[in-house]
């Protein structure tokens, strides 16, 4: 199963993932990001990058793995591709102490 | 290393597989137990990146069904069903069994199996070679992978490195022929990607419709094992419309007249008819690939499986020079930069220890060896297998299967796990992961040594292979103090430190970096044919080929460094296209009963059979599915997910269909890996797959297999 973004990246954005990602698999409305499963290869350099751990392999994601790839397959048919790192949202530090990271 | 927090250290480490990429690999190491793995991401080759097989490589080392302890077998063969024992008893019954083979049958009734599951100088490829060597055991000839190719390469333009990976950033048109990026070697793919965004433009030839395929700017389906005409009407167009670098190839060729005579034949329209590849989009290919430089070609390792693969490598390994790409940085070949390592080959396999006239098996023809099919006097009467699962990776399947459950054959498995060949064997030895085991590592695919230091201590009674074959030489009573070097002597041992290319590289480095740069230009500036230059008899590209006149070989690297018994066939000095050996063409009555081409390629989440017992990595693949056109299913009546069975003389095997355009008509696609124990029908792509050779080097020809299909 491929790697997901989770709702922890929803008011955070803080789209350091973009920067390693080769193969530009992130799509993103402006409240968060998304990876098309079809497009991802698996290499993980994302996960390690996220500050609010947002990115997991979806297998790690107890019962709710397929409804996340979905959701991020179908968002990513939707969503353009984000490329190029953003400066993270307003919401986003609040976003990250509440999650405690 | 480093200290990320009191608590957690971090261990710098080295993936250990069978793979182009060698990634710099962290272990997370909390209390003495790895708690993760990263890619390193100060590493430029491999950028923090790891894979789908490795990314959870603490899952490996901690999985469940690990082999801790030595374990002696109970039931019947294959069974599975095994004892405790302790290393003493283990050993002190090898060395019974072995003396007794020896006094009745001599030493080569004794057969070494192993080859890459772990790629590092000191555990990995040569780890048991002087030790079978000393022992006068049967030679193994292990042309898994690139035997063919590289055969083909050496012949034409030696054992260069060829191009810097790295330098394919600088090219302007980039080749990828057999050769799924994304999948097998992904931690190239940001070099391309640079290339791209300064307008190059990106080719992959594949009878798959891979994710590197469609991501390209033009995927060109050619028919299985057919690429040969292509790369020669490449030749013939670059030569007919005067695309040829004119002075490249008078200083730096041998055999231009030659050969160009020689391609006259191999028009555009022959190669369409053969590849069904468009003749006008060979052309245009061809204009483009000679006109577009600095030009680069990337071949995968299955570009050698047809019947007429070393050929086809010859001719591709011919267009660069004819076009005159290696010029300058970004342009060339690239095959495999392993040749830039100034790894000690010699001190490594000590092929002088082998008492000569030693006989040499190939690999593949294992089933067979031990069947009796190939008559061997004497016969196999004890197997040892490390670094390897033949019951997954070789041909004929179902006649090793056989083989493996002769009573009288001792097998001694070298393992993490109960594979499927481990299942078979009186002994099971507990081998360690790449955690816990020190090694230096090369690459097939960069040109960065990487040191693995080892994270924890060996879990239960597990040993890296280089102290088993310690054992096994104090077992045996060799005392020459050779074998009873430490890992450390034999890393330090394993490379010519005082080589050009290890200027200004030193342990101490190594350990505190992780990995190091051979000492070479940097990329951006590094064309190492330039100026010719090649390591050829000739000193030169020899489209013409003089190595051909001593017949086919492999090369010693392949082959415990033995260079007796080679198989010698003809060669033609000029490449030549062979269509595939199973085809309407070359087997019209086998084609009427078996109408589609099987091609079994890497799986994306295993690597070759490894990987294929883990939950994770079982979730994304799926059990075995079968990939087919649309065309080819409905004639059949197939439908997606139904339960097909593939099958040939040879056997069969049953997966799940996958009706789409990842693979064109007439040809069906079944990615291996998958365990013959957790597989419908017990059975493999393995199963089905053909011993024959290739036509160079002794390559399997795996591409070059005929089939049907129907509802299971």
């Known amino acids: 199963m491929p790697h997901v973004v989770t709702d922890h990246c929803q008011d955070c954005r803080y789209t350091k993932c973009v920067d390693v990602c080769p193969v530009d698999c992130f799509h993103g409305s402006a409240e968060r990001l998304y990876i098309d499963p079809e497009v991802c290869i698996d290499c993980a350099a994302c996960v390690p990058i996220c500050p609010v751990k947002a990115i997991s392999d979806s297998f790690d994601l107890d019962g709710d793995g397929d409804a996340l790839v979905e959701l991020n397959r179908r968002m990513s048919l939707e969503l353009p591709v984000v490329d190029a790192v953003a400066e993270p949202l307003p919401t986003a530090e609040a976003k990250r102490v509440a999650l405690g990271y | ?164 990976p790295e330098s394919l950033e600088h090219s302007r048109f980039i080749v990828l022929w057999a050769c799924n990026v994304l999948s097998t070697n992904a931690h190239l793919w940001p070099f391309i990607e640079r290339a791209r965004a300064k307008g190059a433009k990106l080719i992959v030839i594949d009878p798959a419709r891979t994710q590197t395929a469609t991501s390209a700017d033009q995927h060109i389906r050619v028919r299985p094992g057919t690429d040969g005409a292509l790369a020669l009407a490449m030749i013939h167009v670059v030569i007919a419309e005067g695309l040829v670098d004119r002075d490249y190839v008078r200083q730096h060729t041998v055999g231009y007249d030659e050969l160009a005579e020689h391609v006259a034949r191999y028009t555009p329209e022959f190669a369409a008819a053969e590849t069904g590849v468009d003749a006008g989009v060979i052309r245009q290919l061809a204009r483009d690939y000679a006109t577009t430089q600095p030009s680069a070609i990337r071949i995968g390792v299955a570009i050698e499986r047809s019947a007429g693969g070393g050929q086809l490598v010859r001719a591709l390994a011919c267009l660069p020079a004819l076009v005159g790409a290696w010029r300058r940085p970004g342009g060339g070949l690239l095959q495999l930069p392993l040749w830039a390592f100034p790894v000690k080959w010699d001190r490594l396999h000590r092929a002088d220890l082998i008492p000569p006239g030693t006989r040499v098996l190939n690999q593949w023809r294992i089933g067979a060896a031990l069947t009796g099919e190939i008559p061997l006097d004497p016969p196999i009467r004890s197997l040892f297998v490390y670094n390897s699962n033949p019951l997954v990776v070789a041909p004929d399947q179902l006649r090793l299967k056989r083989g493996l459950a002769r009573e009288d054959l001792f097998t001694v498995v070298s393992e993490h796990f109960l594979t499927d060949t481990a299942r078979y064997a009186d002994l099971v030895l507990p081998a360690t992961t790449q955690a816990e085991q020190h090694d230096l590592m090369f690459s097939w695919g960069h040109l ?9 201590t060996p879990l239960g009674e597990a ?167 649309a065309s080819d299913a409905d004639r059949r009546g197939i439908a997606s997910n139904d339960l097909v069975r593939v099958h040939n003389d040879r056997g069969s095997f049953v997966g799940v269909a996958k009706i789409g355009e990842e693979t064109m008509p007439g040809v069906i696609i079944a990615p291996m890996g998958h365990w013959m124990a957790s597989s419908r029908a017990e059975a493999t792509p393995a199963a089905i797959n053909p011993t024959a050779f290739a036509d160079l080097g002794c390559a399997p020809s795996f591409s070059d297999n005929l089939v049907e299909v129907s509802r299971a």
């Open chain 2, 448 to 456: 960065y040594l990487t040191l693995n230091r080892p994270a924890i």
């Open chain 2, 1 to 164: 290393m480093s200290t990320a927090t009191p608590s957690e250290t971090t261990v710098l480490g080295a993936c250990p597989h069978d793979c182009p990429d060698t990634c710099s690999m962290l272990f997370k190491v909390r209390e003495g137990r790895v708690v993760g793995v990263q890619g390193n991401a100060e590493h430029p080759f491999t950028q923090g990146r790891l894979c789908a097989k490795t990314n959870h490589y603490q899952e490996r080392i901690y999985h469940p069904d690990r082999v801790l302890h030595p374990l002696r077998r109970v039931g019947p063969k294959g069974e599975g069903r095994f004892e405790r024992i302790s290393w003493d008893e283990a050993l002190t019954l090898i060395g019974e069994r072995w003396r007794s083979i020896i006094g009745q049958s001599g030493p080569t009734a004794i057969l070494p199996y192993g080859y890459l599951g772990t790629q590092g100088l000191v555990n990995g490829l040569t780890v048991g070679d002087a030790f079978f060597n000393k022992l006068g055991a049967t030679v193994s000839e292990r042309t898994f992978c690139d035997s063919g190719a590289s055969t083909a390469y050496v012949m034409t333009v030696g054992p260069t490195p060829g191009m810097d």
């Open chain 2, 463 to 629: 040993v890296p292979n280089a102290e088993l074959f310690r054992r096994l030489a104090t077992t045996m009573g060799i005392e020459d103090p050779f074998f009873h070097r430490d890992d450390q002597q034999i890393l330090r041992e394993s490379v010519d430190w005082d080589h050009p290319s290890m200027q200004g590289i030193t342990m101490e480095m190594l350990e505190a970096q992780g990995y190091a740069r051979l000492s070479l230009p940097s990329a951006d500036t590094f064309a190492p044919h330039a100026e010719g230059g090649f390591p050829t008899p000739s000193g030169k590209v020899e489209l013409k080929a003089s190595m051909a006149a001593g017949g086919n070989f492999v090369l010693p690297t392949f082959r415990q460094g033995s260079n007796e018994h080679q198989d010698g066939t003809p060669v033609p000095a000029l490449p030549t296209y062979r269509p595939p050996r199973e085809s309407r063409s070359a087997s019209p009555e086998l084609a009427a009963r078996y109408p589609l081409a099987m091609m079994s390629p890497k799986s994306h989440s295993f690597l070759n059979s490894t990987y294929a017992n883990h939950r994770r990595q079982l979730s994304r693949e799926g059990e075995q599915k079968v990939f087919m056109h």
